[in-house]
């Protein structure tokens, strides 16, 4: 099983739509969670973090449920510009040795 | 400010070499990543590292290899390439080992041949 698992993509949505991505984790004592967002051929940059209260920055809500080592990313309302390839992200403890590990990510593609 | 910069941006090697990858973190910023990316793929997590302490080694053979800095830059070197070392090797920097999340490098691309 690995470390960190996202649904597959591609995802093909069109302008407006509502779309949810989906991340899973194995190890339990994992600490901090965050989505990251990749354009083709640039770097990832972050788009937020996650929290078991969950949050929301505009048309994006990220959520985390840590008796289900679950992680979720949901845009509403897509933009043309939300088309990218979005990561899901895990940091695992320093206690057996501190290691961010990346989801394989989702692609997303918004349509006029 | 500026942020992370990675250097060279671009580079070939052929297999059997060596190779240093160099990153400056953002100012005031005392955790640095390391990680390599290959097309289709998620990064994958080779080291970090913590006021000049490595703090977490991901797995990647004893080939490769980091220091950081007294100014909080660092090196990755990677001995006796391979082909399969081709890839996107991204550098990212934090305040506190990435509590916060991480900013990212432009990266560089190794092509060994």
């Known amino acids: 099983r690995k470390e960190v698992e996202q649904d597959p993509g591609p995802f093909n949505v069109p302008e407006g739509a509502t779309v949810a991505f989906n991340c899973t984790y194995s190890?339990?004592?994992?600490?901090?969670f965050f989505w990251y967002r990749q354009d083709c051929r640039k770097e990832p940059k972050l788009l937020m973090s996650?929290?078991?209260s969950g949050n929301e920055d505009g048309r994006f809500t990220a959520q985390l449920n840590r008796a289900s080592q679950y992680i979720s990313l949901l845009i509403r309302d897509s933009k043309l510009s939300d088309s990218a390839t979005y990561l899901c992200?895990?940091?695992?403890?320093?206690?057996?040795?501190?290691?961010?590990?990346f989801g394989a990510g989702t692609r997303l593609f918004v349509k006029a | 400010d500026a942020g992370v910069t990675q250097s060279p941006t671009h580079l070939i090697k052929t297999r059997g070499q060596q190779v240093t990858l160099r990153c400056s973190p953002i100012?005031?910023?005392?955790?640095v990543s390391w990680y390599q990316q290959v097309l289709g793929q998620g990064p994958q997590f080779i080291f970090q590292y913590y006021e000049k302490e490595e703090r977490g080694r991901g797995n990647f053979p004893d080939r490769f290899s980091a220091r950081q800095f007294p100014n909080y830059s660092s090196e990755l070197n990677v001995n006796a390439l391979l082909l399969g070392d081709s890839a996107l090797y991204l550098c990212a920097s934090s305040l506190a080992e990435g509590v916060h999340g991480y900013t990212f490098g432009s990266g560089t691309r190794l092509t060994v041949v």
């Open positions: 992200v895990v940091n695992a403890p320093p206690a057996g040795g501190f290691k961010t590990i």
């Open positions: 996650v929290y078991s």
């Open positions: 190890n339990s004592a994992s600490q901090s």
């Open positions: 100012s005031g910023h005392k955790s």
